[in-house]
């Protein structure tokens, strides 16, 4: 379980990564197993509307099981699976990188982190880097 304490711990390690690495302004949302969010920080001048875009590449990695880099490459590779995906789910899936899985000890998705603002592939990279500060597994 990602409990309050883990995801504000997650969020602030994500976006000192951002900063160290010159990143446009992020966003970041944290995710329980159940797709319910748990955090949300949206550092100043990102877009106003950078929360959507956060949540649905958590909330797809959630409810698949199935991290935004795996979800791209099926994404490519079967376009009708995961538009027929993001219907069922009233749109909210956004199927790229930045959107991670958190695994519990056991190897159990205990929820998710979902980073935008900069490419799609620095926000893989800044939540990487959250979550190993922040002592979580991340499957990116």
């Not at 602030?12 to 990143?23: F, I």
């Not at 302004?25 to 159940?34: I, K, N, Y």
């Not at 795996?70 to 590779?77: F, I, L, S, T, V």
């Not at 027929?84 to 956004?94: A, T």
């Amino acid at each position: 379980m990602i409990n309050l304490r883990k995801a504000r711990v997650l969020i602030r390690k994500t976006l000192e990564k951002g900063r160290e690495l010159d990143l446009k302004p992020l966003s970041v949302v944290v995710l329980d197993a159940g797709g319910h969010v748990q955090a949300f920080e949206r550092e100043d001048g990102a877009a106003p509307g950078r929360f959507a875009i956060a949540h649905g590449k958590a909330y797809g990695s959630v409810m698949l099981g199935m991290a935004g880099t795996a979800q791209m490459a099926r994404a490519e590779a079967q376009a009708y699976f995961m538009d027929s995906v993001n219907g069922v789910f009233g749109g909210q899936v956004i199927p790229v990188p930045g959107g991670v899985l958190i695994r519990g000890r056991k190897g159990e998705v205990i929820g998710a982190v979902g980073v935008t603002g900069d490419s799609s592939d620095n926000d893989l990279i800044a939540a990487m880097a959250g979550l190993e500060a922040a002592g979580l597994v991340g499957e990116g």
